[in-house]
């Protein structure tokens, strides 16, 4: 995973070497360089992206572009950076660095990797409108909000340092994978009718829930690591959905129920917790018929929590648990 390996300081940029020709034309489109000296076709992102059709792939060369992007009215577009270390966008005048989307224009099967992107006005990036949009392999500073979209995917990211939430999704559905979530007031929040998968994520440092499902809110919760986050999982209002195979561990509470949340749940571990779990405030474990069989409690065996590396040890408890090879969001050390 690029994410782990970035979080433990380990430099695996999505070197791109190799570009074709400034506008040179394949299969699937027509493939642009930016380059801030002048080496490719563009300077500045932006206009890359205007030029751009729909079906084309925009290389983004290693520097330090302070610009506002938007993308928007294009399908099948790539926007591809030479890495998270190496490819920096900040805002430059409005909120949000990058939009994609803008009303009432969406964008559809969009795809932005290898890059960091920095909030600027407490947003870093927005997706408003359209379908099909993925964020892979980029480092974003601030806030990931999503209103009105269908099929987001969120992989291999890291997301930390907003000033509110780190990804919010609002009436979208979503599926985040393999992403560092970190030092956020919430980790994720599901609000309105979104509905959110999120697996093999880990979230770590939350001042409050490292996940908060919402209003009528959907999560499916599978093998993640929620780790000292202020809560670990809160299902409000009617927020509904599973939390399976997760390691929750360093919280106030580690999920809290609602009398109205419909949620399954089964192989979770807890531990170090004030409180496992809760409905209405009320510990689970005193209320008839609602403590699960099937959770453990005991320590997960990281390798250095200290250090940030949530990977298991090979003789901890979580290894083939259930249906799951193992709990939580990375497996042993030797896999």
């Known amino acids: 995973m690029i994410a782990l390996a970035i979080w433990l300081g380990v430099d695996v940029g999505l070197a791109q070497e190799g570009f074709l020709p400034h506008g040179s034309e394949t299969p699937g489109g027509a493939r642009w360089v930016v380059a ?51 490819v920096f966008i900040a805002g430059l005048e409005r909120v949000g660095t990058l939009h994609i989307g803008k009303w009432p224009y969406g964008a559809t099967n969009v795809e932005i990797s290898g890059m960091t992107i920095q909030q600027h006005g407490g947003l870093g990036v927005g997706i408003f409108n359209g379908a099909g949009v993925t964020l892979r392999d980029i480092h974003v500073n601030g806030l990931i909000f999503s209103q009105q979209v269908q099929r987001v995917r ?31 007031d919430h980790g994720v929040s599901v609000g309105g009718t979104s509905k959110v998968e999120l697996q093999f994520n880990v979230i770590t440092r939350s001042l ?16 993640n690591t929620l780790v000292n986050n202020g809560g670990g999982v809160k299902f409000q209002d009617e927020g509904s959905g599973e939390i399976r195979g997760n390691i929750i561990t360093g919280s106030k509470i580690g999920v809290a129920y609602s009398s109205q949340s ?7 571990a807890f531990y170090n917790n004030g409180t496992h779990e809760q409905i209405n405030g009320v510990t689970v474990s005193s209320t008839p018929g609602k403590h699960s069989t099937t959770a453990l409690y005991v320590q997960p065996q990281f390798v250095a929590p200290n250090r940030g590396d949530f990977r298991l040890k090979t003789d901890s408890p979580l290894l083939n648990v259930g249906e799951f090879a193992h709990l939580g969001a990375l497996g042993p050390i030797s896999q």
């Open 154 to 184: 969120i992989e291999n990211c890291i997301v930390g340092g907003s000033e509110t939430t780190g990804l919010a999704f609002a009436d979208s559905d979503a599926v985040l994978v393999g992403n560092i979530i970190h030092d956020n």
């Open 208 to 223: 409050f829930e490292a996940v908060l499902v919402a209003d009528n809110g959907q999560a499916n919760i599978v093998q």
């Open 262 to 268: 419909n949620v399954a749940r089964s192989y979770n």
């Open 36 to 86: 801030l000296d002048g080496s490719g076709q563009f300077v500045s992102i932006q206009e890359a992206i205007d030029q751009a059709h729909s079906g084309d792939t925009i290389f983004i060369k290693a520097g330090r572009y302070v610009e506002d992007v938007t993308v928007h009215s294009k399908e099948g577009l790539k926007v591809i950076g030479a890495g998270m270390k190496k």
